[in-house]
């Protein structure tokens, strides 16, 4: 968990910058700006950390525009533009192309406009992305309410099974949700719903028990998960065990995590309670999930 | 000059956006916002062909600003907001506070609020700098005139200078202009005031070739230097021949080069012409400077 401590000295340095939400308290930084407020946001990918086996050129432009899109949706921003550098090991124009293309079709279907793309060498391909957004209100997750309910957009631990089954010599064509694994769609139009009516918003890009835990500590409340929550998504192809270790635990699905009194949207998998901490029922949830190093 | 290239199919893709300036045509991008216009831009520095032998790692989050913001300057925009992406070897707190920390000086120094840090690992020490400003208009290098005269913000060629010299076993201390090799200024002020009343600008990151040749093709025009240019900061150091060349194509100065009428700000090296190209007095001058790759 060594990112998180380098996270918090972001947070040490620029925590009290002059910004509506400054870096490192929420996915994204917000600043007014005439009626509106702008939010900004960084993430960073590479083919160690981020690029699962078989994944194609265009499809690692996808993933770089769809990691940095998600912390806007969970701030309940509309995308405005996307920029990137890209570090490669060599002028190779072919893959450069296919990376842009992949940025480009992902930006498309987002309404994302492409404000710039830099290049660089690095051993390792990694693309920066960056992207700026704008949102009616601020929107965080730090005003989780006791009494709140907990929701997800969709069922979780889709892209952690697929990748697991990879480790285990599964090929891409056999794995069950692919799609959620090598082009995950950032929720956008998700997002902008929710900001209406949520007290608390947050992407799940590590894990939920990472979010869970976010929402917790910055919002100073209880989060209690459902231990009985639906697992039938997974359960086709790991045991229960697995399937809610998967749920809890894994990363990579980028949908969002939010509290309200109530939704029409997303699956509700728990509340939120005076206290502090994480539960799975009434057992301490611990905090862990995917992170670089 | 492969990364010029690979610039091409960043304008080949993205330069029909729907933006006010699209990426690839500028140092930054231009999109209208209300009364004004929002500019953004990114730039990557790495440990291999940016930072000089000597440099300190508060220096690398210096320098990151700098060539960053240096294309908001090259814009005529006031910098918002900075956020950036630190791809280190490893987990190291002392460098990455280190690094923050000179992006915190360098960005309190030009008045930017820092919106974001993003952590990734790479066996290159890289950082992503990603900045938004704002605009009252749009100046970019592609609307110089016949007849206008070519104005840079300070003599060029220093850094370049400094950096030859630490090539043949100088040490920092020794260095004439060690302050422009290690921490360059983004020219935000000069850029503000140039943009009044400057019919083309930009930065000069690469070398005066370089950008004066990226002013003849996107403004359509001739580009003259003068051949007798005031060498005088660099002929203690070198011969005459030597001072010309590093004047000509050495890179990392971050000066800006501007066309208008007339300019009390500047040193006037030049003058367009009707016609293309670019010329050092009936010369004409390669494209030719510092690349990555």
Redesign the interface.
């Known amino acids: 968990m060594?990112?998180f401590?380098?996270?918090k000295?972001?947070e040490e340095?620029?925590g009290k910058?002059?910004?509506d939400v400054?870096?490192?308290t929420h996915d994204?930084?917000f600043?007014r700006?005439?009626t509106e407020f702008?939010v900004?946001?960084?993430?960073?990918?590479?083919e160690?950390?981020d690029f699962p086996k078989y994944m194609k050129p265009g499809e690692f432009g996808k993933m770089a525009v769809a990691v940095t899109l998600s912390d806007l949706a969970a701030s309940g921003a509309r995308p405005?533009?996307f920029?990137?550098?890209i570090?490669m090991k060599?002028?190779d124009?072919e893959l450069?192309?296919a990376i842009?293309?992949g940025i480009?079709e992902w930006c498309e279907k987002f309404g994302v406009?492409?404000?710039?793309?830099?290049?660089?060498?690095?051993?390792?391909l990694?693309i920066?992305g960056?992207a700026?957004g704008a949102a009616k209100r601020v929107i965080t997750r730090a005003k989780a309410k006791p009494g709140d309910r907990l929701f997800i957009t969709a069922p979780l631990g889709k892209a952690q099974l697929c990748l697991e089954m990879l480790e285990k010599g599964f090929v891409r064509d056999e794995l069950p949700y692919a799609e959620k694994l090598y082009t995950p769609e950032p929720r956008i139009d998700e997002g902008l719903r929710i900001a209406e009516f949520a007290n608390a918003l947050t992407d799940i890009s590590d894990s939920l028990s990472v979010s869970a835990h976010l929402i917790s500590r910055d919002s100073r409340v209880k989060v209690v998960l459902n231990p009985d929550v639906d697992l039938s998504h997974l359960t086709g192809y790991v045991d229960k065990e697995k399937a809610l270790e998967l749920f809890l635990f894994g990363g990579g699905d980028y949908e969002l995590l939010f509290t309200a009194e109530d939704s029409d949207v997303g699956i509700e998998i728990g509340r939120i309670e005076e206290g502090s901490g994480v539960f799975l029922g009434k057992k301490a949830l611990e905090f862990r999930g995917y992170s670089?190093?």
Chains 1, 2 share one sequence.
């Open positions: 060594r990112e401590e380098l996270i000295v972001v340095l620029f910058e002059d910004l400054p870096a490192g994204a930084a600043l700006r005439g702008l900004f946001t960084c993430d960073t990918v590479n160690i950390s405005m533009v920029l990137s550098s570090s060599k002028a124009e450069f192309r842009l293309g480009k406009k492409v404000a710039g793309g830099d290049i660089d060498f690095s051993p390792v990694t920066a960056f700026v670089h190093f």
